[in-house]
């Protein structure tokens, strides 16, 4: 499975970017699809899962602020980050689990300027 990440780059304080992940194998087969972010110096942290059951969870510095979503017809998970700060700079990696496997795209940078 391949994942394909785009959509970062670089936003003021306050501003929106809507990161995409495109899948090679239908996400509807997924057990979990999720976003994860990491900063220099810092773990990989999960931001945004996504279950088949159409259950999510968001890390709590998140909340109210980010929203993840896919279009299974287009095989694409989304990340809308809204009302940005500089603590969410980071490289942005997309994640999906299908029977038990993990696979990883290629990471996104995002950059919020102060």
């Known amino acids: 499975v391949q994942l394909q990440a785009s959509g970062g780059g670089l936003v003021q304080t306050g501003g929106s970017l809507r990161l995409s992940c495109a899948a090679s194998?239908?996400?509807?087969?997924?057990?979990?699809m999720g976003w994860y972010r990491q900063s220099p110096g810092k773990e990989r942290e999960p931001v945004a899962m996504l279950s088949n059951m159409g259950s999510i969870n968001y890390v709590d510095s998140v909340k109210g602020r980010f929203s993840i979503s896919r279009d299974n017809a287009k095989n694409t998970l989304y990340l809308q980050m809204n009302t940005l700060k500089p603590e969410d700079t980071a490289v942005y990696f997309c994640n999906a689990m299908y029977d038990g496997y993990s696979y990883w795209g290629q990471g996104t940078q995002v950059t919020v300027s102060s």
């Open positions: 194998r239908g996400i509807f087969s997924a057990n979990f």
